[in-house]
């Protein structure tokens, strides 16, 4: 079975723009959720979605939003971008939701924002 | 603010000892409890979840909930190199916003 795949891998943008960042889940996962990692502020919790409708949201400005599609694959757009933005990005699929069962992460994609 | 706390370490234990990690958290209402692992430049993976009080044992692991006081911890028998790595504690609080601790680092030394 195909774990959960996340592109591009890498980027590296300047303050100012917007970036995309795709997410396929596993076959069959109809969860996805959105994490930041940075080393001073940990794991932090972006946005999940479900069968298409944004579940649960963290707390990030606006800037930060996403959706899913009826495939399940899922999308995260940051407008705008700043300095601190530069993390990495983690996406998770599980069936039923980040916090009832097991959740399998992605690669991630590292962003850097010059 | 919800918080997850752990000891960011490093946590060093030799090779075949048992290995500790505590994590405490502020939400009273918190119903889930995930234990991760996480190598260096890797994605976390789910080593545990636990939802009630006691222990649950998987293997050489064993997670332990305390409601009351507020803790989890995770428990690793016969520790090996291959065990160090990150550890992070994630909490479903009652706002239903998974909230991880900012990890432990563990390091098991031949």
């Known amino acids: 079975k195909a774990g959960v795949t996340q592109t591009p891998r890498y980027l590296i943008k300047t303050r100012g723009q917007q970036v995309t960042l795709s997410c396929s889940p596993i076959?069959?996962?109809?969860?996805v959720s959105w994490y930041q990692q940075t080393p001073g502020q940990g794991l932090q919790f972006l946005f999940e979605y479900f069968s298409e409708t944004q579940r649960n949201k963290g707390n990030f400005p606006g800037r930060f939003s996403g959706r899913q599609f009826s495939n399940s694959r899922s999308e995260m757009n940051v407008s705008t971008l700043e300095l601190g933005d530069s993390a990495l990005y983690l996406c998770?699929?599980?069936?039923?939701?980040?916090?009832?069962?097991?959740?399998?992460f992605g690669p991630g994609t590292r962003l850097t924002v010059l | 603010q919800k918080e997850v706390e752990q000891n960011s370490g490093p946590l060093s234990v030799p090779e075949g000892a048992i290995a500790s990690l505590n994590c405490t958290y502020s939400d009273r209402g918190s119903q889930s409890f995930f234990w991760y692992r996480q190598y260096s430049g890797k994605s976390p993976e789910l080593i545990m979840f636990i939802y009630s009080n006691g222990d649950k044992e998987d293997g050489r692991f064993t997670a332990q909930l305390n409601k009351a006081s507020q803790y989890v911890s995770l428990l690793i028998r016969d520790s090996q190199p291959s065990d160090s790595a990150t550890y992070l504690c994630a909490v479903n609080g009652g706002s239903y916003i998974p909230t991880f601790g900012r990890g432990t680092s563990l390091i098991v030394h031949p």
């Open positions: 076959s069959g996962h109809r969860s």
């Open positions: 998770a699929s599980s069936l039923w939701g980040a916090l009832d069962n097991e959740q399998f």
